[in-house]
């Protein structure tokens, strides 16, 4: 992750003529990073689980107007897990989040090549819980299967290296609330969660 924002900080000095993004049209690009995942009670342990991996995305979208495009993203949070063992017994907890996610992207250029931007937007996610214990006579695994939507936003900057090649420092979020069922009320989702992705990013502009 370091070398990562080392390359995009080196990135920006890289130039040295004025170069300016396209006004409008297609883009494309990837980025790595790191992914937080914060898990309120998992799965009724009365445990929390906030864990860090490594994550990536592939992202695509239309830009319309300088200040304004729309944009459409995979998000793969790796496989942040914690382990404990004791007295020959192992137990793992791990959860895996995926989610696609839709946005505009709203951005302030700052100067011919810097822009700030902030992206609203709706997540579909995906996620597993996975609890594993094994010990010397017995073992045993669990899985469990979520999804859902929620509100996403992302904010961060980005450099125009040339008028086709750019780079991106941002930081998105989304939350996982319980769902209320107003007919029956009672929660029909119970997870609370949510999971936040900072990363450094390239993207083409065709």
């Given at each position: 992750m370091r070398l990562l924002i080392s390359l995009m900080a080196s990135g920006l000095l890289v130039a040295a003529s004025p170069a300016g993004?396209?006004?409008?049209?297609?883009?494309?690009?990837?980025g790595i990073g790191q992914m937080n995942t914060e898990v309120d009670d998992v799965l009724g342990l009365n445990y929390d689980f906030d864990?860090?991996?490594?994550?990536?995305?592939?992202?695509?979208?239309?830009?319309?107007?300088?200040?304004?495009?729309?944009?459409?993203?995979?998000?793969?949070g790796g496989s942040p897990s914690i382990k404990e063992s004791r007295g020959g017994e192992t137990l793992r907890l791990g959860i895996d989040v995926w989610s696609l996610v839709?946005?505009?992207?709203?951005?302030?250029?700052?100067?011919?090549?810097?822009?700030?931007?902030?992206?609203?937007?709706?997540?579909?996610?995906?996620?597993?819980?996975r609890l594993d214990?094994?010990?010397?006579?017995?073992?045993?695994?669990?899985?469990?299967?979520?999804?859902?939507?929620?509100?996403?936003?992302?904010?961060?900057?980005?450099?125009?290296?040339?008028?086709?090649f750019g780079l991106r420092l941002e930081y998105e979020w989304f939350e996982v609330a319980p769902e209320w069922d107003s007919d029956n009320e009672?929660?029909?989702?119970?997870?609370?969660?949510?999971?936040?992705?900072?990363?450094?990013?390239?993207l083409f502009r065709f």
């Open positions: 993004a396209a006004d409008r049209g297609f883009y494309a690009g990837a864990e860090d991996d490594v994550g990536f995305k592939v992202f695509g979208g239309y830009r319309f107007f300088p200040w304004l495009s729309v944009e459409g993203a995979y998000l793969d839709a946005s505009a992207v709203f951005a302030l250029p700052v100067g011919e090549r810097f822009e700030l931007f902030v992206k609203p937007g709706i997540a579909y996610w995906d996620a597993e819980t214990f094994s010990s010397p006579n017995f073992s045993d695994s669990f899985r469990e299967d979520d999804n859902g939507s929620a509100f996403f936003l992302g904010a961060g900057a980005g450099f125009d290296v040339t008028d086709n009672e929660f029909v989702d119970e997870l609370d969660a949510n999971a936040g992705f900072l990363s450094a990013s390239f």
